[in-house]
């Protein structure tokens, strides 16, 4: 039927965007607006669609972020667990930037994220696509010497 072709199109275009958009982002860094626009006209998509998609879901960024980018779980479970609030301080520190900043040297952006899946270990956080659970104070000050080289 006539009718259903373009619903099944449209389905086909959006369950493709989202990888669309990770491959774009792995590209760049993050999404630029020639990345967004590059890929709703490959996907011959309203650009405001996958801008929108862009912005919704926490795993795209449309602004830069450093070279590595640290996520600190605050979910419900690292709460209770109560790791997270003092390794979120530690890192404060050590980087001297606030959630959501980005060191001087573009070197680090740090963020909080609601769940990392390593609910059981908590205090958790991933660096990049590198998952570290169970963490001290002392080996996340390992981890940034490695990740700044020294
Ligand atoms: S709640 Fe922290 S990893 Fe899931």
Redesign the pocket.
């Known amino acids: 039927m006539a009718g259903t072709e373009p619903d099944r199109s449209r389905d086909d275009k959006r369950s493709m965007l989202l990888t669309a958009l990770y491959v774009a982002q792995a590209q760049h860094g993050h999404l630029t607006h020639q990345a967004v626009q590059r890929v709703a006209e490959r996907l011959d998509m309203d650009v405001t669609e996958v801008f929108q998609t862009a912005t919704f879901y926490s795993m795209f960024r449309t602004e830069p972020v450093g070279r590595y980018l640290i996520q600190v779980?605050?979910?419900?479970?690292?709460?209770l667990a109560g790791g997270?609030e003092k390794l979120l301080e530690h890192l404060q520190k050590r980087l001297h930037i606030k959630v959501g900043e980005t060191t001087r040297d573009g070197l680090f952006t740090l963020e909080s994220v609601?769940?990392?899946?390593?609910?059981g270990s908590?205090p958790?956080m991933r660096v990049n696509d590198t998952l570290y659970e169970n963490l001290t104070m002392d080996q996340v000050d390992d981890i940034l010497d490695e990740l700044r080289g020294a």
């Not at 779980?73 to 709460?79: P, Q, T, V």
């Not at 609601?114 to 609910?119: E, M, S």
């Open positions: 779980c605050e979910g419900l479970s690292c709460h997270a609601q769940c990392l899946a390593a609910c908590s958790a």
